[in-house]
């Protein structure tokens, strides 16, 4: 289980996240480990960059 450090919110484009990954965002942004693009926006069909890839793994690594 990931650990809880904040309330997540809704994402304006929450509508355009697959189903099957709505709870693995929300959970990810809880922990702390996603925060979107900014804007309240996830832009669930860009590319991930290499860097922000990264920084999701860097922050998966170092979760307590």
Same mark, same amino acid.
């Given at each position: 289980d990931l650990p809880f450090k904040t309330y997540s919110t809704d994402f304006y484009d @929450?509508?355009?996240?697959?189903f099957y990954a709505t709870e !693995?965002?929300?959970e990810l942004q809880e922990a702390d480990i996603i925060h979107g693009t900014g804007n309240n926006m996830f832009e669930p069909h860009l590319?991930?960059?290499r860097a922000? !890839? !990264?920084k999701i793994v860097h922050?998966? @690594?170092?979760c307590k």
């Open positions: @929450m509508n355009k996240i697959s !693995a965002i929300k590319t991930t960059t922000e !890839a !990264a922050n998966l @690594m170092n």
